[in-house]
């Protein structure tokens, strides 16, 4: 492969990163809107689009293998594969929650919510939002951008905290809907996880333009 022919194959990582990540956002996007529309069939599409998560990450992982035996890349390209390879395993995960969610909504589909959802959407928000400049930063190769995707992280923790007491709160005064309660305590906690994998993401981001290696996840 010449050099033409392997910064193509590189772009090409890139562009299949984005679609694999676009599609990730939307799932995060369409779990939170199903849980509170109480939206069944939308929590089914979710659950079967997983498979298009997973097919990509598969693609992805075989081209970035290919590449690394064919071409035995150093520097900054070896660093670009092994990123990719990284960054899919962490957007296929937040994609399975985005899945676990959606079996909440599908638990909970019945149920009269014990109050309305509003921290819950505003951490879907903030997450998705992380997702989209977390890749960007990467594609772009933005130190900076990679930091300031990685800060909002920060936000997703304090929500957490805020539902986590809320939700705690309703126990202790009697609230007699454990299994509500509990259900949304997991999806609450599903997706401060999503926001530890984004920053996973950033750090990989970090990794791939400076060599050095960071623990964002404080």
């Given amino acids: 492969m ?6 193509y194959a590189l772009d090409e990582l890139n562009n299949d990163l984005l679609r694999m990540g676009s599609i990730v956002e939307k799932q995060i996007h369409q779990c939170i809107e199903a849980l509170v529309k109480q ?7 979710i659950i079967e689009n997983d498979d298009l998560v997973d097919k990509l990450e598969r ?8 590449l690394i035996a064919k071409e035995q890349p150093l520097a900054i390209d070896l660093r670009t594969i092994i990123s990719t390879t990284k960054l899919v395993t962490d957007l296929e995960r937040i ?12 638990r909970l589909k019945n149920e009269t919510y014990i109050k309305e959802l509003i921290d819950i959407p505003k951490m879907g928000d903030v997450v998705k939002e992380m997702i989209r400049k977390a890749l960007d930063a990467h594609v772009a190769g933005d130190v ?3 930091y300031a995707a990685c800060k909002m992280d920060d936000e997703v923790d304090a929500l957490y ?3 986590f007491s809320e939700l705690v709160g309703l126990m202790q005064k009697g609230q007699n809907n454990f299994n509500q309660i509990t ?6 906690k599903h997706l401060e996880r999503v926001g530890d994998h984004i920053t996973n993401v950033c750090e990989w981001t ?3 333009v400076t060599g050095e290696q960071k623990d964002l996840n404080d």
Avoid at 39 to 45: F, G, H, P, S, T
Avoid at 59 to 66: F, G
Avoid at 95 to 106: G, H, L, N
Wanted: glycine share 4%; with cysteine; aromatic share 8%.
């Fill in 144 to 146: 900076e951008g990679a």
């Fill in 183 to 188: 259900q949304l305590l997991f999806v609450s």
């Fill in 2 to 7: 010449t050099r033409t022919g392997f910064d």
């Fill in 39 to 45: 939206d069944e069939k939308l929590a089914e599409q």
């Fill in 59 to 66: 693609e992805i992982e075989n081209k970035c293998i290919k």
């Fill in 206 to 208: 970090i990794y791939l």
């Fill in 161 to 163: 905290r805020n539902i």
């Fill in 95 to 106: 994609a399975d929650y985005a899945v676990d969610i959606a079996k909440i909504t599908i």
